[in-house]
């Protein structure tokens, strides 16, 4: 269960990496909005690290730049209490020179208390990880603290083992926080709610009632910025290895014990420990028509921008049902959306219209989910059609929905792992895609604003993919 007694426990929260893009697009106006909604402790202290010489004052116009370009705006919140409690510490920070941030933290705790709590965030890339922890245990900085990796948590197999270890000589598995913010989205928390809350779904919940599940994050958006980042990376890696398959076990997981944040976990990475080793004839990779005239992409990059996989699930409950994953840049449509295609009835009326038996949750935005039937049309006739009713996560509820960033955030500062991935199920990732990582296909070309390459239509079979078919 949650530490509900650190919720109020004055906090200093350390932003590695807190002038970098991940910072100033998504941590920083996260953290701004727990403020707004009066979720942070009762005194914190923010301080961000990074190599640069850079003052507080300045660090603290930074902040408002990215409140002003991403929200919330400074004016619609305590915008003078929050920049007042933010700091900076320059010079890097590793085991053998840390910069200022020991000189800066120690400020912080005159100011807060010797047991205000500490909560390590690593904005930064994976390569870094490493070196940071190691830091953090040499000038221990470990105790009374939690620690956030981001995505992904290690590159191959090899690498997450070498992390994995790297982290818990420093830190013990509970202080641990590996963020997926798709599993902070309200829509992909509704996902186990609306089943394990309502018999109408969870009788119907297996292979005998579902035909295929299908988690499609199509994008409109190009690579932009994050080019040479993303020519390092490519898709298989950037989603499917992380979001997608997190997804997967979201919705394929057994019912848990209870709702609370270990049994959730542990019920999430148990179904993933059941994924099979995707084979060659379950994938297609893409490459959208002008990826390589991008500057600082090579001529012959064989990086991948789309994947699309049909993963099976080796266990009684899901045997035979395709899990049909897919994600791409450029593409005709953006969704983050996962949609359970139920079988239609065995005795079915005739001339039953497609598009119907679907249950779908839109994870983007507030969220969204999404009941798609097959009714009459109104009029004199028999006629059938489907249709669908819509329940809008961000707007039915007096409630407001918080951002999965800003969810997750508070998470960690009151201890709550439920939303976070764990290493038995991540070492299952990488042996579910190590082949795949290791010997990728030649990407098919695809052209901007399709949905993808021709082939990846196969994966679906006769029912094709319910986005864009």
Request: hydrophobic share 40%.
């Amino acid at each position: 269960m949650p530490d509900t007694s650190l919720v109020a426990k004055p906090t200093v929260f350390v932003l590695f990496g807190g002038t970098g893009d991940l910072a100033h697009r998504l941590v920083l106006p996260a953290f701004y909005r727990l403020a707004q909604e009066g979720l942070l402790p009762e005194d914190w202290r923010l301080v961000g690290n990074g190599r640069g010489d850079v003052s507080h004052e300045n660090f603290q116009e930074r902040v408002r730049e990215s409140l002003e370009e991403f929200g919330p705006k400074p004016e619609e919140g305590p915008w003078e209490e929050f920049r007042s409690r933010l700091r900076f510490a320059g010079g890097g920070f590793e085991k053998d020179d840390p910069g200022s941030l020991l000189d800066v933290m120690a400020e912080a705790h005159d100011e807060l208390g010797r047991d205000a709590q500490r909560v390590h965030y690593l904005a930064v890339p994976p390569a870094a990880f490493a070196k940071l922890t190691e830091g953090i245990g040499a000038h221990g900085l470990a105790d009374n603290s939690r620690v956030v990796y981001e995505k992904p948590f290690g590159t191959s197999m090899s690498s997450f083992q070498e992390l994995d270890e790297i982290a818990h000589q420093v830190f013990e598995e509970r202080q641990i926080y590996r963020i997926d913010h798709f599993l902070g989205k309200e829509a992909t928390q509704n996902i186990h709610v609306l089943r394990f809350g309502n018999g109408l779904f969870s009788h119907a919940w297996d292979r005998r009632h579902i035909e295929s599940v299908q988690i499609d994050v199509p994008e409109t958006l190009d690579v932009g910025m994050r080019a040479g980042f993303y020519d390092s990376t490519g898709a298989i890696l950037d989603m499917l290895v992380t979001h997608l398959f997190q997804l997967a076990g979201e919705v394929a997981m057994r019912t848990p014990e209870s709702l609370d944040a270990e049994h959730i976990a542990k019920a999430r990475e148990e179904v993933i420990g059941c994924f099979r080793a995707l084979s060659p004839d379950d994938v297609v990779v893409g490459q959208y028509d002008g990826y390589r005239e991008i500057d600082g992409i090579d001529d012959d990059s064989r990086t991948e921008t789309f994947v699309a996989a049909r993963l099976w699930v080796d266990n009684d409950r899901w045997r035979g049902v395709p899990f049909l994953l897919r994600t791409g840049k450029c593409m005709a449509e953006s969704h983050q959306r996962v949609s359970i295609k139920f079988k239609e009835p065995v005795d079915a009326l005739g001339g039953i219209p497609t598009g119907g038996n679907v249950l779908g949750f839109e994870l983007s935005g507030d969220g969204e989910i999404n009941l798609s039937l097959v009714t009459k049309q109104p009029g004199p006739t028999s006629k059938l059609a489907t249709g669908t009713a819509k329940l809008a996560l961000g707007q039915a509820f007096h409630t407001p929905s918080l951002p999965a960033y800003s969810r997750l955030i508070h998470d960690v500062l009151i201890g709550d792992r439920s939303l976070f991935t764990r290493p038995d199920g991540l070492q299952h990732v990488w042996e579910v895609a190590g082949g795949l990582l290791e010997h990728k296909p030649q990407p098919h070309p695809y052209q901007k604003g399709s949905w993808g390459p021709d082939a990846a239509k196969a994966l679906a079979g006769e029912a094709g993919w319910i986005l864009g078919d």
